[in-house]
């Protein structure tokens, strides 16, 4: 039987924070009965898109090699895309969205026409993130929402189906998961091998 391939992105600049912590969790249960790949996005290279637009159609960055280029190669045989960040002004973290800047090529192709299509039609994706702000303020402000909102948007034009959205807020006062949310993260990662 075929093993299912992960790719986990980790836009969490904290190694010890609370998306690393989500993030750890899921990757540990997984870790039995699928390949995981996992990118720690501030330790890599990637050089900022110069908006030059030959990617959509040479299906590959023009840049120098760079870190950029392998995660877009595992993304491309990946089954399951597991993405988490912080919230950082209701929106992902800025390494995170500098990458897929980079990555267009990776999560769709274009038309002749110049209409987009999706390159992982069906896949499955899981989003984790975490902010300081109290439930209650975030779901007035739309923290958590923000950050949802920004990834459903690469992930609709790529084809993805988002299975589960996992948040924590109050993290500033709160930075250890409980393990009510130990389990989630432990249940989700089950349905996904």
């Known amino acids: 039987m075929e093993r299912t391939k992960v790719v986990v992105l980790n836009g969490s600049p904290k190694q010890n924070g609370v998306v690393s912590k989500m993030l750890g969790h899921l990757v540990e249960e997984l870790s039995e009965g699928c390949d995981v790949v996992c990118f720690r996005i501030y330790e890599l290279e990637v050089r900022p898109c110069m908006g030059c637009m030959r990617c959509r159609t040479l299906r590959h960055c023009v840049l120098p090699q760079d870190d950029a280029h392998r995660v877009a190669d595992a993304i491309r045989t990946a089954d399951v895309l597991i993405i988490g960040s912080p919230c950082y002004w209701a929106n992902m973290s800025g390494t995170l969205k500098v990458l897929f800047d980079r990555l267009v090529y990776a999560f769709m192709g274009e038309k002749e026409n110049g209409l987009p299509f999706p390159l992982h039609r069906g896949k499955r994706a899981v989003l984790v993130t975490a902010c ?60 996904l091998c």
């Open 132 to 191: 300081n702000a109290s439930w209650f303020l975030s779901l007035l402000s739309g923290q958590v929402r923000g950050v949802f909102r920004a990834l459903d948007e690469v992930l609709r034009w790529s084809g993805y189906r988002v299975v589960a959205r996992l948040a924590k807020t109050r993290c500033r006062t709160e930075n250890t998961l409980m393990p009510n949310e130990i389990e989630k993260c432990k249940k989700i990662a089950r349905k």
